[in-house]
């Protein structure tokens, strides 16, 4: 038996308690919250499943059962476990003494399907002529950030932008735990890796972005930015490197963009602030806020926003392009939102006609502007 099976087998076995949730599509995320308590999130809402484990070693015994697989080590000393199960499940672990009252195990479902701008559309999560605009921005080579909270389906809405990405570029995707699948067939793909007790063997998301500078992308797509590699990611869509993807935990773009500049400075390299500043400014040009609405579970797109350098105060200059606006509830309770053009043109609104992209323009015809020779 190949070893891959002998995983899937394992899996079954130890997570024996949870399998039918992790059979079944419509659950997106699993959370464990002791042997004796399983919420799951179904179509946007948190679920008392009633389910349990046997035991809290039994619990304890699936986790180390998964690190084992995977090659990392839980303990005691080492509290925390990042991993994946054989479907590409993503798994988060805590076990005490960091876990006070219990064991935590949170399981991230891996969609078999990745979403499409199309499929957003159909979720009321963003609006056809957006979808359009944000598929030339992908074709101009505009830095994106995809801000966002926890749970709101950045890295999805990250996998749809990014099929606007040209098939024939040269795309590296690097992240701490694998969650993206590609369209495009020239993309390779980089993985962290967590070291041994002596710290030997580690890899980090930001080791992984400095090597890949040396493989000759296209494209660099960062699953998540969270440590120092915000410097190297900023500084390279700065040196030449544009149409870079990544996503960010912030409740709004100014407050990205604030975030990026103080993960920036986590760096090992000292940099003053308005240096740092100044960086995320150049760097930056379009960040696309996603929200997660607890009224009915759905996740929205709220705001296109360009950054547009910093003021006199020294201060982050945004200007939103899109804007979601609620227009009720449907019959079932369902929000409805509209993302909608602002009317205030980005700064680069003649760029698709001066590349050869205007046949490309259908429905933001208003969005951007040809600048014809008078």
Known sequence: MARQAIFEASVQYFLDPIVPLLNDDSVSEIMVNGHEEIYIERAGKLVHTGLRFASEDALLSAIHNVAQWVGREISEEHPVLDARLPDGSRVHAVIPPSARTGIYLTIRKFTREALTMENLVAFGSLSEDAVEFLDLCVLLK????????????????????????????????????????????????????????????????????VNSLRMRPDRIVVGEVRGGEALDLIQSMISGHAGSLSTIHANTPLDALIRLETLSLMSDVQIPVYVARAQVA????????????????????????????????????????YRSRLHGK????????????????????????????GEKIHLTEGVWKRNDPE
């Open 142 to 209: 505009k830095n994106m950030l995809i801000s966002g909270g926890t749970g709101t389906g950045k890295t999805v809405l990250l996998g749809a932008i990014s099929r606007a990405i040209p098939a024939e570029e040269r795309i590296v995707v690097i992240e701490d735990t694998s969650e993206l699948r590609m369209m495009q067939p020239h993309t390779l793909y980089l993985e962290a890796r967590h070291g041994d007790r002596a710290g030997h063997g580690t890899l980090t998301v930001r080791d992984l972005f």
């Open 330 to 357: 449907t019959k079932e309770g369902r929000l409805i939102s509209h993302l909608e053009p602002t009317g205030q043109p980005p700064s680069f609104a003649e760029e698709p006609f001066e590349q050869g992209l």
């Open 282 to 321: 150049s760097a930056i040009d379009l960040i696309v806020q996603i929200a997660r609405f607890t009224e009915d579970g759905s996740r929205k797109i709220t705001r296109i926003t360009e950054a547009v350098g910093l003021d006199e105060n020294n201060q982050y200059q945004t200007i939103d392009l």
